[in-house]
């Protein structure tokens, strides 16, 4: 059974802060990993991607990914109160993505 | 910026009656996909589709769920006879499907509640 596995939370971080969300999957196979936002009772929305090795840097967020310890992780600094929600990995390749429970991040005043 | 659109946003419907929940992908893209989610629960795969046909299905996508791309901009999930433990959110996503582009884009949403 293929698995993404994350924290669920809440993380608690005040603001201006950094925020790390982390995630671990199963299937070695895997070629894609993404970020989704999603706001309580909304859809996901896309936030970052990551396909390589490394880091990818995007305005607030970097997306890091180790294939070798199977472990994908958000970073995002200077954390705002709208980033409150929760954070959902996902993993998989063009045919389909396995998501974790999600990680529910809270950004405190 | 072009975005995925679904209707109805909400569907109450019996158990054991049919519904259709429609999606309108992005133009450009090839690949199409439905996911649920179960309140509190996590978004789970249900099926992927590709050249006018299933490219991939789950478990959970059994004889009673089918798709369809009836024309060339909608694209529909129907569940033949649904079922109390149907009721959930139904998210459509599309993807552009070239080359390394593996983006999925989920619409707003179909909340089903069977009764």
């Known amino acids: 059974q293929k698995e993404v596995e994350q924290n669920s939370g809440p993380l608690s971080v005040p603001e201006g802060a950094i925020a790390s969300l982390n995630c671990t999957y199963s299937?070695?196979?895997?070629?894609?990993f993404f970020w989704y936002r999603q706001y309580s009772g909304k859809s996901p929305e896309l936030i970052m991607f990551i396909y390589s090795n490394g880091d990818k840097e995007d305005g607030r967020f970097t997306a890091q990914l180790n294939k070798a310890s199977q472990y994908v992780s958000l970073l995002i600094r200077d954390s705002q109160p709208s980033d409150s929600a929760t954070y959902l990995c996902?993993?998989?390749?063009?045919?389909?993505?396995?998501f974790g429970a999600g990680t529910r991040l809270a950004v405190h005043p | 910026e072009p975005e995925v659109t679904q209707t109805p946003s909400h569907q109450v419907t019996q158990m054991g009656q049919e519904v259709i929940l429609r999606c309108v992908p992005i133009?450009?893209?090839?690949?199409f996909y439905w996911y649920r989610q179960i309140l509190g629960q996590k978004v789970e795969f249900l099926v992927s589709?590709?050249?006018?046909?299933?490219?991939?299905k789950s478990e959970i996508f059994d004889d009673q769920f089918s798709v369809e791309r009836p024309d060339g901009s909608n694209f529909t999930l129907k569940i033949r006879s649904t079922k109390l433990e149907d009721s959930a959110m139904y998210f459509c996503?599309?993807?552009?499907?070239?080359?390394?582009?593996?983006?999925?884009?989920f619409g707003p949403g179909t909340r089903l509640t069977v009764t």
């Open positions: 996902g993993v998989g390749g063009y045919n389909k993505l396995i």
């Open positions: 299937d070695r196979g895997s070629q894609s």
């Open positions: 589709f590709y050249n006018n046909e299933i490219s991939e």
């Open positions: 996503a599309s993807s552009e499907g070239r080359g390394q582009t593996y983006e999925q884009y």
């Open positions: 133009s450009n893209h090839l690949y």
